[in-house]
């Protein structure tokens, strides 16, 4: 059964460095997730990703982040200059239909 | 605001019992989903309603949209079944899902 797979599955940084995140969907998803979860703390939305552009994004979503489909099969993540309280799990999902998530099994970020 | 509340926080079990985990929310959902979140991270959908009543295996997932009010409960309870179970809604007019805090379900053998 197909799945969605996230890499890499850990990532350690530097205050200030730029993140990639990368997450490969099912192939027939049409809808796209990035959900962020700090340790202890309930998962939280960051973005929404559908026909090639944002369809919606949480106040935790600002300038420092962007979203890209660049291939067609990856989407990423970007952070672009990392802060401490960036450290956390983030999931990736997506879905054929809006309500219907599938989600990847995370990549924890731990910026140091 | 758009919440969801899940209770109780932790519950631990022992093998076969019956489990219930509540989660309420504000007034005008679409969808809910019931989620499980295993000790290494991942998370895995369980159900997504919006109306009645779904099971698979010894799991069975209610919804009460009148009443603003989900349950899941576990028959039969295993020590496997030990993870955290996450409520999430979707709200008309809005893509994202808003998660509950979770319960730590612990099934003791």
């Known amino acids: 059964e197909p799945e969605v797979t996230q890499t890499p599955s850990h990532q350690v940084t530097q205050m200030g460095q730029e993140v990639i995140l990368r997450c490969v969907p099912i192939?027939?998803?049409?809808?796209f997730y990035w959900y962020r979860q700090i340790l202890g703390q309930k998962v939280e939305f960051l973005v929404s990703?559908?026909?090639?552009?944002?369809?919606?994004k949480s106040e935790i979503f600002d300038d420092q982040f962007s979203v890209e489909r660049p291939d067609g099969s990856n989407f990423t993540l970007k952070i672009r200059s990392t802060k401490l309280e960036d450290s956390a799990m983030y999931f990736c999902a997506g879905g054929p239909e809006y309500n219907e998530q599938f989600f990847g099994p995370g990549t924890r970020l731990t910026v140091l | 605001k758009n919440e969801v509340e899940q209770s109780p926080q932790n519950l631990t079990a022992q093998e076969g019992e019956f489990i219930t985990i509540n989660c309420s929310y504000s007034v005008g959902i679409s969808a809910l989903h019931w989620l499980q979140q295993h000790p290494g991270g991942g998370i895995v959908s369980l159900f997504m309603?919006?109306?009645g009543k779904k099971k698979h295996g010894r799991l069975i997932a209610t919804i009460n949209i009148q009443e603003k009010h989900s349950s899941l409960h576990i028959t039969a309870s295993h020590p496997r079944d030990s993870a955290v179970y996450i409520c999430?809604?979707?709200?008309?007019?809005?893509?994202?899902?808003?998660f509950g805090k979770g319960t730590k379900l612990t099934v003791n053998p």
């Open positions: 990703f559908y026909n090639n552009e944002i369809s919606e």
């Open positions: 999430a809604a979707y709200y008309r007019g809005s893509e994202k899902l808003v």
């Open positions: 309603l919006s109306s």
């Open positions: 192939s027939n998803h049409l809808y």
